[in-house]
């Protein structure tokens, strides 16, 4: 799934350039199939991406396409889209946790236990 994410995001940037309007069709699947996604994913979990990806959802959907007529807007959304696609793929990926390297007890002192002394 993490990759299909980065696939839209491409998809999306890809998108700013004038291409037929098949490409745009496929770009609608992919993001809306891809928001879909996130939504199940984020039902419970985080309020920000539900909210974002429902927006985008409804903005994308290719069933009921909304029409808007003026390319600069589909570029802006296209960029904002890409752009939100490719930061929620970085929230996934887990953060590297830097080892602390292993420190050796040099004055080590054994502790004398009660069982092992000699009682005279």
């Known amino acids: 799934?993490?990759?299909?994410i980065i696939i839209a995001s491409l998809c999306c940037f890809i998108g700013i350039i004038d291409l037929p309007i098949g490409y745009y069709t496929f770009l609608r699947i992919i993001v809306s199939f891809m928001s879909?996604?996130?939504?199940?994913n984020e039902f419970k979990t985080r309020r920000f991406w539900f909210i974002a990806f429902v927006l985008i959802f409804i903005l994308f959907n290719p069933i009921v396409p909304i029409y808007l007529y003026l390319n600069?807007?589909?570029i802006f959304i296209d960029c904002i889209v890409g752009l939100l696609l490719?930061?929620?793929?970085?929230?996934l990926v887990p953060k590297k946790k830097i080892k602390e390297p292993e420190?050796?007890?040099i004055q080590h002192q054994e502790i004398?236990?009660?069982?092992?002394?000699?009682?005279?």
């Open 36 to 40: 879909f996604v996130i939504i199940v």
């Open 86 to 91: 490719l930061y929620y793929f970085y929230s």
């Open 72 to 74: 600069p807007f589909w």
């Open 1 to 4: 799934m993490k990759y299909l």
């Open 112 to 120: 004398p236990r009660t069982r092992d002394r000699i009682i005279k």
């Open 103 to 105: 420190t050796i007890d």
